[in-house]
């Protein structure tokens, strides 16, 4: 059986206060739930956000990290350091990383390398514009971004990766893909993942859906044979509205 999953990123949301508050917030409203539930805080409250989770089940997990394992990279974070706070899974590819600071597919391939090469899990996200759905061109699109990211990979790699279809007009927008577009585009993922890999392979991977997934959306988005889990924006900042859709799940 596949993992459920709803991960939360907070992007660059939140100081030291405002992470140590919601956390225990989340920690003390947090449900029985068989759903894993992740949060990404920014890098420089991760350590402090470990230690604020260490009694519950919540994962802290990282919004992105550099593919060298260290060296002059101002700036940057490696896997190693997020390793040493205790920071087993990070997202690459999130939309805004590849629209704002340039991460191409080939850099993001690099990533994902590095990631697997310290064991660390890889939340990794993709998704179409609104210009290519408008043209019909999202499953190109879609299965392009799966092959340059993550073709490359042994089929034993795959127990790391857990996949986030976020087509970039829903994020942050309001406006969510439907749950049958959502459960169209998934099931498209798992075929392609199958083709490519094996059916067992397809299965098994996690495929969680993204964009401006609220509480009263996330049940129906849930529902859907091959959505398992969100990754959550803007919805996450807040206690009541992340709790609201961990129970959705
Ligand atoms: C995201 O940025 O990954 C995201 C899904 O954001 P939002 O839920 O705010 O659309």
Known sequence: MRSKIVAGNWKMNKTLTETNTLLAELTGKLPDTDAEVMVAPTFVNLAAAVQDVKSSSIEVIAQNMHFAENGAYTGEISADMLLDIGV???IIGHSERRAYFGETDEILSKKIISA???????????????????SDNHFNVVSNQL????????????????????????IGTGETASPEQAQEMHSFIRKTIANEYTTKIAEAVSILYGGSVKPANAKEIFSKVDVDGGLIGGAALNADDFIAIIKAI
């Open 147 to 170: 092959k340059n990211g993550l073709f490359n990979l042994k089929p034993e790699a795959w127990t790391k990766i857990v996949l986030a279809y976020e087509p970039v007009w829903a």
């Open 88 to 90: 087993n899974t990070v």
């Open 116 to 134: 697997l090469d310290k064991n660390l899990r890889v939340v990794f996200c993709f998704g179409e514009e609104l210009e290519d759905r408008k």
